[in-house]
């Protein structure tokens, strides 16, 4: 068994003895730490907190599914596997309703036994480090389907099946850190942390401590020995946000411990060697900095690996009603609000929005106009008045501005594509039937 395993505690309650002992004995053997009880009242006794349960249905004065809905009262997440040797189809059926994981029938086979437990903490751990990355990135996944950011999500899940380093280029707002954490996800790092570092927040007297740590006493205020980034992020990946920004000084030192694969902590002796995917993300164009003198050419080149473009929202127009209604769904969930829906006419306006901000700046106003939207349809009232008058095209009205760039988008995807309107409509993300429908309406050429 896998050594991460190790240190996992399950709890089986079951009232034969026999059965009990091989359970313990199956599972210690494969480094987990085992706690039994024989009664429902026996299991009430013990402290909680295992990483999995094993539970006999038909106990001496209960039921494990009683125990199953109070394991749930408390901790909704820990899987819980049920066994039994003469359940009725009525009572597997309410253990799965109960939320059990799996049902296991006596006699039981040792490959099961294992297979189900070592499955349900795995799945369950795997969820818990979901749920935190999903928790700190702010948003659960990335949303889309045109054509400009399905290639960009195939580049990064290209990139991501080796250890060469990544350079995320894109605008603010785009979505680079979320992609990092997918990259991570979708890598054979995936098991180790993923650690993030914001070089434009970081001064430079204090880089390195932050990035290599620092022994106690190294410094004015090193009271205790602190591990650096690079050694927290060891076995997982590390992502240096906003490169483009670190000054000359404090790009030798991150060169430094690229080149040479290990560093000392500030005040250390011994080297520290770690293994670690490095991600980086800039909106600079760090080429020219480098043309500039502004940016390091050897540090360009050992970041500069996989470049992966990350393209901004104006580029993604198809996206936006998608990426629109799940940043809606998922503030009106949070937030205990009923279901809201967006009418036709506000998911125009944001499509000819320019969106400076990007997704970030989608997000922001979706949330604002749900706010400001009392009723369960989110009307054109509640559209921010910097995105009626802040475009500097000339207009009369939200539906002509709505109009204009609508036809200059599906003009310029039909003369790319020759006039051929099902090659236009994957040029912008959107089904043909949709895109012939909106050529009619704006008097644009028929299909050819």
Same mark, same amino acid.
């Given at each position: 068994?896998?050594?991460?395993?190790?240190?996992?505690?399950?709890?089986?309650?079951?009232?034969?003895?026999?059965?009990?002992?091989?359970?313990?004995?199956?599972?210690?053997?494969?480094?987990?730490?085992?706690?039994?009880?024989? /009664?429902? &009242?026996?299991? #009430?006794? %013990?402290?909680?907190? *295992?990483? +999995?349960?094993?539970? =006999?249905? $038909?106990?001496?004065?209960?039921?494990?599914?009683?125990?199953?809905?109070?394991?749930?009262?408390?901790?909704?997440?820990?899987?819980?596997?049920?066994?039994?040797?003469?359940?009725?189809?009525?009572?597997?059926?309410?253990?799965?309703?109960?939320?059990?994981?799996?049902?296991?029938?006596?006699?039981?086979?040792?490959?099961?036994?294992?297979?189900?437990?070592?499955?349900?903490?795995?799945?369950?751990?795997?969820?818990?480090?979901?749920?935190?990355?999903?928790?700190?990135?702010?948003?659960?996944?990335?949303?889309?389907? /045109?054509? &400009?950011?399905? #290639?960009? %999500?195939?580049?990064? *899940?290209? +990139?991501?099946?080796? =250890?060469? $380093?990544?350079?995320?280029?894109?605008?603010?707002?785009?979505?680079?850190?979320?992609?990092?954490?997918?990259?991570?996800?979708?890598?054979?790092?995936?098991?180790?942390?993923?650690?993030?570092?914001?070089?434009?927040?970081?001064?430079?007297?204090?880089?390195?401590?932050?990035?290599?740590?620092?022994?106690?006493?190294?410094?004015?205020?090193?009271?205790?020995?602190?591990?650096?980034?690079?050694?927290?992020?060891?076995?997982?990946?590390?992502?240096?946000?906003?490169?483009?920004?670190?000054?000359?000084?404090?790009?030798?030192?991150?060169?430094?411990?690229?080149?040479?694969?290990?560093?000392?902590?500030?005040?250390?002796?011994?080297?520290?060697?770690?293994?670690?995917?490095?991600?980086?993300?800039?909106?600079?164009?760090?080429?020219?900095?480098?043309?500039?003198?502004?940016?390091?050419?050897?540090?360009?080149?050992?970041?500069?690996?996989?470049?992966?473009?990350?393209?901004?929202?104006?580029?993604?127009?198809?996206?936006?009603?998608?990426?629109?209604?799940?940043?809606?769904?998922?503030?009106?969930?949070?937030?205990?609000?009923?279901?809201?829906?967006?009418?036709?006419?506000?998911?125009?306006?944001?499509?000819?929005?320019?969106?400076?901000?990007?997704?970030?700046?989608?997000?922001?106003?979706?949330?604002?106009?749900?706010?400001?939207?009392?009723?369960?349809?989110?009307?054109?009232?509640?559209?921010?008045?910097?995105?009626?008058?802040?475009?500097?095209?000339?207009?009369?009205?939200?539906?002509?501005?709505?109009?204009?760039?609508?036809?200059?988008?599906?003009?310029?995807?039909?003369?790319?594509?020759?006039?051929?309107?099902?090659?236009?409509?994957?040029?912008?993300?959107?089904?043909?039937?949709?895109?012939?429908?909106?050529?009619?309406?704006?008097?644009?050429?028929?299909?050819?």
């Amino acid at each position: 068994m896998e050594k991460r395993l190790s240190a996992k505690r399950v709890l089986i309650v079951d009232d034969e003895e026999n059965i009990g002992l091989a359970l313990r004995l199956i599972l210690e053997r494969e480094g987990y730490r085992v706690s039994t009880a024989r /009664s429902v &009242a026996e299991f #009430r006794a %013990m402290p909680r907190g *295992a990483d +999995a349960y094993l539970l =006999d249905v $038909r106990l001496p004065d209960g039921s494990g599914i009683e125990i199953l809905e109070e394991i749930r009262q408390t901790d909704a997440r820990v899987p819980v596997v049920m066994i039994s040797g003469q359940a009725t189809i009525g009572e597997a059926v309410a253990a799965t309703r109960a939320g059990a994981y799996d049902f296991l029938e006596k006699p039981l086979a040792r490959d099961k036994v294992l297979l189900a437990i070592g499955n349900a903490i795995e799945r369950s751990s795997l969820r818990d480090e979901n749920d935190r990355l999903r928790e700190e990135l702010g948003t659960p996944r990335m949303v889309g389907e /045109s054509p &400009a950011f399905l #290639r960009t %999500m195939e580049e990064a *899940a290209l +990139a991501a099946r080796s =250890d060469a $380093r990544i350079l995320l280029l894109g605008e603010s707002g785009t979505g680079k850190e979320l992609l990092a954490a997918y990259v991570h996800e979708s890598s054979p790092f995936a098991s180790g942390p993923f650690v993030k570092v914001n070089c434009a927040a970081i001064p430079n007297d204090l880089l390195e401590s932050e990035l290599c740590g620092h022994e106690k006493g190294s410094f004015t205020g090193a009271t205790a020995a602190r591990r650096g980034k690079f050694e927290l992020a060891d076995g997982g990946s590390i992502f240096l946000d906003e490169v483009g920004d670190l000054p000359l000084p404090a790009q030798a030192k991150l060169l430094r411990v690229l080149q040479e694969g290990e560093f000392h902590r500030v005040g250390g002796e011994r080297p520290v060697r770690v293994v670690v995917r490095v991600v980086s993300a800039t909106n600079r164009d760090l080429a020219r900095m480098c043309a500039d003198g502004r940016f390091r050419e050897d540090l360009y080149y050992r970041l500069n690996v996989m470049p992966i473009r990350v393209p901004p929202l104006r580029e993604r127009r198809g996206d936006i009603r998608e990426m629109a209604r799940y940043f809606l769904a998922g503030f009106c969930a949070r937030n205990n609000f009923r279901p809201k829906q967006i009418e036709e006419d506000v998911f125009w306006a944001l499509e000819a929005y320019s969106w400076p901000g990007n997704a970030r700046e989608l997000r922001n106003v979706v949330e604002r106009m749900a706010i400001l939207s009392p009723a369960d349809a989110i009307g054109v009232a509640a559209i921010p008045l910097e995105m009626r008058q802040g475009d500097s095209r000339p207009r009369s009205s939200i539906h002509d501005a709505r109009e204009s760039a609508e036809r200059t988008e599906i003009q310029r995807a039909l003369d790319q594509s020759g006039g051929n309107v099902s090659q236009a409509a994957r040029v912008l993300g959107i089904e043909r039937t949709n895109l012939h429908k909106r050529m009619k309406a704006l008097g644009l050429g028929r299909e050819q």
